[in-house]
């Protein structure tokens, strides 16, 4: 602990806040809040830390506090400087889990989707569907049994399911919103299991089917009875009240926190999840933290339970709903199965060793076999096109080791000569950080481009004329086109073959950024395709053009159209036009 530290704590207010965490390089390294910023910060520089906690008290050389009026400000607070500045020694919960719901959109003409986003108010939404395949299939069943539209929006013209009798066609009728309320009714009714009439009626047609050799039709409505299934199902651990809870258990073990939740809707066990993380600061603090990150990405049941009187009082205060540690009956039993449920789980984490430190000892690692500071922060550039057609450039962005996705960017280039890539990377490069110079963002640590020598020698060249200096380097490939290692635009090379994990961490960034470049680059010349066919055929407008993007969402399948599948979308002659066009273009 340095002089400045010292005189610091002793000027520390006993009121809540936020408190910031700085390196000798002045960047945010941890991010906390306090009931009482003396008491909360002193502790870590007085008392004996380990693990986590100890690296980064260990790198802190400064720290600043934010004081709020009540703890619940300075806890908002923390959150939102949090997902601003990423501080490395933060826990960032990734819940790339997004299980899918079913949206029923209660607008004036309304219709059912699946959603992932629970934000929108206009919606009844009903899940998760821990297996999306169920959810999908439910909503393919349920456009069939009611007449709602199919479209996102309204078109000029009914559609092939109005012909179908799938559709009330708000397009060309007035439905009235009586009519509409019977058909939600049935369809809430249906959502929250009261289909069992329905389900009998299902196998009946699937034994007739059977009988008749009919197959695809029975194959087809057994993915719909097992979707209805899914809803319906009791769970081996069930409740009867019809409500929607989560349990919430953790264990601690060596210094690791394993929190698991047991995720009740409709009374019915529908999922569970678990995650492992290295403890920072007071445990309490901490699980809140991962609790209210995990609602970050799902929605807020009636009721949370957990085993922690503190914890359960700051959820209900935090988020706004019924937080309770149940003591005796069938709440509290449940709560003892998630509690085993997390020391499995993270028994079985030590096992694996699949510890999270792993990434940033690697990092440390690669920072010192370049000779700079450890690279947290590592974006990743590629460029794709074809023949010079729809050309891009793409950036995906490694933070601690792992993916930020929404850090990821895209380009389209606008350079002449699109088959130049030493032009497009001086464009991409150019373009982005021009930008974030601008904006003062936050630079990365590291560049690595997906090019040898002379892409390098144009990525060094623009970082230069902007006055921008980070180590910059080059994927380094056999004569067998392998990528065996690093190269610095000194001509360097860095071969990694015999550190197999350091090796194996930097081809998966390879591997991310070429799976996104590629597959951007396919959407676009997707969109390019279909443009260029729809485009110069009289009276194709835009309203037709979603409904045949909507029937026929990839090329191939637009391709193999027929004449009588397009006239259920397309007047017969615009549909021969769409038609000799496509064979004129693609022979």
Partial sequence: MNERIKEDINLLPEKPGCYQMYDINDEIIYIGKAKNLKKRVSQYFLRSQSGKTFAM??????????????????????????????????????????????????????????ARNLKDKKCEYFGPFPLSTNAYEMVNLLNK??????????????????????????????????????????????LKGDNKEFLKEIENK???????????????????????????????????????????????????????????????????????????????????????????????????????????????????????????????????????????????????ARLSDDKLELLEELGKILHIKTPYRIELYDNSHLQGTNAIGAMVYFYNGEPLKKNYRKFNITSVNKKDDLESMKEVLTRRFTRLKEENGIMPDLIILDGGQTQLEVGYNVLKDLNINIKIVGLFKTDKHRTSGLIDIDGNTYFF????????????????????????????RNKSMFNSIYSGIKGLGPKKIEVLNKAFPNISELKNATIEELNQILPKEIAIQLLEKIKKEYK
């Fill in 57 to 114: 008290v260990s790198h802190v050389e400064y720290f600043k506090i934010i004081i709020t009026k009540t703890e619940k400000e300075a806890f908002i607070l923390e959150m939102n400087l949090i997902q601003k500045h990423l501080p490395r020694y933060n826990i960032l919960l990734k819940d790339d889990k997004h299980y899918p719901y079913i949206a029923l959109h209660k607008t004036s003409n309304p219709y059912i989707s699946i």
């Fill in 145 to 190: 049994l009611f007449p709602l539209r199919k479209c996102n929006k309204i078109p000029s013209s009914p559609c092939l399911y109005y012909h179908l009798n799938q559709c009330l066609a708000p397009c060309i009728n007035k439905v009235s919103k009586e009519s509409y309320e019977v058909i939600l009714n049935k369809i809430e009714k249906f």
């Fill in 206 to 352: 699937i034994k007739q089917y059977s009988n008749n050799l009919d197959y695809e039709n029975a194959s087809s409505l057994k993915k719909s009875y097992d979707a209805i299934k899914h809803i319906n199902d009791k769970q081996n651990v069930e409740l009867f009240d019809n409500l929607d809870r989560d349990i919430f258990a953790f264990n601690i073990r060596d210094n690791y926190v394993s929190l698991s939740v047991f995720i009740y809707r409709k009374g019915m066990l529908i999922a569970k999840r678990n995650f492992v993380y290295e403890l920072i600061g007071e445990i309490n603090e901490f699980v809140v933290s991962l609790i209210y990150q995990y609602y970050e990405f799902n929605t807020l049941p009636s009721e949370i339970v957990i085993g922690n009187n503190e914890i359960a009082n700051e959820l209900t205060d935090k988020l706004g709903i019924k937080s309770i540690c149940p003591t005796k009956g069938k709440l509290f039993e449940l709560l003892n199965l998630v509690l085993n449920n997390a020391k499995e789980d993270l028994d079985e984490h030590f096992a694996s």
């Fill in 497 to 524: 073959d015999d550190n197999k994990p350091l090796f194996f961490m930097l081809t998966r960034m390879q591997d991310e950024v070429h799976r996104y470049a590629i597959t951007t680059h396919i959407k676009k």
